[in-house]
């Protein structure tokens, strides 16, 4: 599931989530939609690394994705890629930021996965460095406009499959040699198709399939389905949010000879309807942002070939990056004010009075 930067969550202490209805549909709250939650949509903590134990272990954990045996962080704050072991949390091995040849990378921006492969794009180079789940260099493919990359996810036989910042030609399928296989735009509503390109900013949901991939737009109350040719079909949120009215200010930072340096800001004060996604099969989640109930707590899951809504989940706490193995299981990330940690979670029906009265794991 792809992240982008968020306000600090507070440090994981709770083993479970807040009481959850099992497969009811929840009371009516003021004109929210009528949400589902499973009878194991609890969550208990399997593992955890980081936080006050390893306070010096992860500084930004910005970006979450798995292989089929490890968990891979991208750490924002130090530019390092960690491999954790996917049942226990251990460290596999550590990729740090060393240079431009093979096998390197200078500045990470974003990771995608494949149950085998590791693709860490590097925006110093826009290159895509990809290595196998055990860490060996494997190749290099050159990323047109690499920093403009927004979001991404990988295939089998590395392609790569991207949303580039804006809407105009965002959608891009990339093979493993760097040629540009197709480009298209993003299909947005025309009042937005030339709006301030954070208006358009989208996540790609890692894992996506080679029959379509979903792209979450941070605003608004669509996402689409991209088909590999191209055209994409708009599905609904369950909880539909507003476009962004954005503003943008210029700083002058720097004068070097006749050219001014200036940095460009977007803001805006509406909620994103959604923090992440992630796909595994046909199924699609969605880190709920903007919603009435429970903000920033809620994972929407999606049939992602008909966009059909089938349940909701509670979170323990507000993430700021989702992943989802093939068993299940969830891995979440926690930037906190002083320490940072990665949480493995698997889902129960025990309540969470219940879960409280079990000894604590480790």
Not at 50 to 62: A, C, H, N, S, Y
Not at 233 to 248: C, F, H, N, Q, S
Not at 254 to 269: H, P
């Amino acid at each position: 599931m792809r992240s982008r930067p968020r306000p600090f969550a507070t440090p994981v202490l709770a083993l479970a989530v807040s009481l959850c209805m099992p497969l009811t549909m929840l009371p009516a709250q003021r004109g929210a939609p009528s949400r589902y939650f499973r009878a194991d949509s609890f969550f208990v903590r399997e593992w955890i690394r980081g936080g006050t134990r390893e306070p010096d272990l992860l500084v930004e954990p910005r970006e979450l994705a798995v292989t089929r045996s490890t968990v891979i962080v991208l750490d924002m704050g130090t530019r390092e890629v960690h491999a954790l072991d996917i049942a226990s949390g251990a460290t596999r091995f550590v990729l740090k930021p060393t240079g431009e040849g093979p096998g390197e990378f200078r500045r990470p921006i974003h990771i995608a996965t494949t149950p085998q492969l590791l693709g860490v794009l590097d925006a110093a180079t826009s290159r895509l460095t990809v290595y196998s789940e055990l860490g060996r260099y494997l190749w290099t493919t050159h990323i047109a406009d690499g920093a403009a990359v927004e979001s991404m996810c990988l295939l089998p036989r590395g392609v790569l499959r991207v949303k580039y910042i804006g809407a105009a030609n965002a959608i891009a399928t990339i093979d493993s040699a760097g040629t540009m296989l197709s480009r298209t735009s993003l299909p947005v509503r025309r009042e937005l198709q030339h709006a301030p390109s954070f208006a358009n900013s989208a996540f790609v949901a890692d894992g996506c399939t080679s029959s379509a991939m979903a792209v979450m737009p941070y605003f608004g109350g669509v996402w689409y389905s991209v088909a590999p040719n191209g055209m994409a079909r708009r599905l609904p949120y369950r909880e539909a949010g507003r476009d962004a009215i954005v503003a943008t200010s210029r700083t002058r930072r720097e004068r070097v000879g006749s050219t001014a340096i200036s940095r460009s800001t977007m803001t805006t004060d509406v909620d994103a309807i959604t923090r992440g996604a992630a796909q595994l099969g046909d199924t699609l989640i969605v880190e709920a942002g903007g919603t009435r109930l429970l903000p920033n707590q809620l994972l929407d899951y999606y049939r992602a070939a008909t966009g059909e809504y089938l349940y909701s989940r509670r979170l323990p706490f507000t993430p700021n990056a989702v992943a989802l193995a093939a068993n299940g299981q969830l891995y979440l990330t926690n930037i906190g004010p002083e320490t940072s940690s990665i949480v493995r979670l698997s889902t129960t029906t025990r309540t969470p009075r219940e879960i409280t009265r079990q000894k604590p794991r480790k």
